[in-house]
T-cell receptor
Framework: AQTVTQSQPEMSVQEAETVTLSCTYD???????LFWYKQPPSRQMILVIRQEAYKQQNATENRFSVNFQKAAKSFSLKISDSQLGDAAMYFC??????????????FGKGTRLSVIA | DSGVTQTPKHLITATGQRVTLRCSPR?????VYWYQQSLDQGLQFLIQYYNGEERAKGNILERFSAQQFPDLHSELNLSSLELGDSALYFC???????????FGPGTRLTVT
């Protein structure tokens, strides 16, 4: 079974600075997806960014980018120019490629990010 | 707004009772997923349906059951409720199992 580990329960960053959230995972599969979800105080789960394992290029979405190291099974999220609205719980998630149609998300425990004005 | 709707938003009930949580997927989405978020267990996958058929089962208790109806909405039934069942229950949907999952706002269940 796949597992996802987020070793930083809490992180903080100054507004306008850059922060990196760590995530490692364990799998025996070669094809899969990785995601970062954001959960603000409203509790809504919001997809931040996704990465396909077969792609060597790291995904980017505006101020959000990832560092995907497949051999090391590492998938970190970098938030640049942090804003107060970035304060939230961030979850790293794994999903199998889905050939069999079984595609649940496996989540890490989350990292709570605080942004200091 | 993800387009996934869940009702009710909040539910308070007593131990031993039974409740039904409802989810309407985004228009066009055939896959529905249920997840439970609790303080001690984190976010856990419960069950997945695709076009009315069960596709995958996770850590779903025997006291819990679900189904997806012909109009593609889904219901999660929780029975013989215990204090430990208090959690936020999310529904997510996707066009097909290989596509992005979009989450609803969740149903907050409190068992007293």
């Amino acid at each position: 079974a796949q597992t996802v580990t987020q070793s930083q329960p809490e992180m903080s960053v100054q507004e306008a600075e850059t922060v990196t959230l760590s995530c490692t995972y364990d799998t025996s599969e070669s094809d899969y997806y990785l995601f970062w979800y954001k959960q603000p105080p409203s509790r809504q789960m919001i997809l931040v960014i996704r990465q396909e394992a077969y792609k060597q290029q790291n995904a980017t979405e505006n101020r959000f980018s990832v560092n995907f190291q497949k051999a090391a099974k590492s998938f970190s999220l970098k938030i640049s120019d942090s804003q107060l609205g970035d304060a939230a719980m961030y979850f790293c998630a794994y999903r199998s490629w889905g050939n069999s149609g079984n595609t649940p998300l496996v989540f890490g425990k989350g990292t709570r990010l605080s942004v200091i004005a | 707004d993800s387009g996934v709707t869940q009702t009710p938003k909040h539910l308070i009930t007593a131990t031993g009772q039974r409740v039904t949580l409802r989810c309407s997927p985004r228009s066009g989405d055939l896959s529905v997923y249920w997840y439970q978020q609790s303080l001690d267990q984190g976010l856990q996958f419960l069950i997945q349906y695709y076009n009315g058929e069960e596709r995958a089962k996770g850590n779903i208790l025997e006291r819990f059951s679900a189904q997806q109806f012909p109009d593609l909405h889904s219901e999660l039934n929780l029975s013989s409720l215990e204090l430990g069942d208090s959690a936020l229950y999310f529904c997510a949907s996707s066009v097909s199992p290989g596509n992005e999952q979009y989450f609803g706002p969740g149903t907050r269940l409190t068992v007293t």
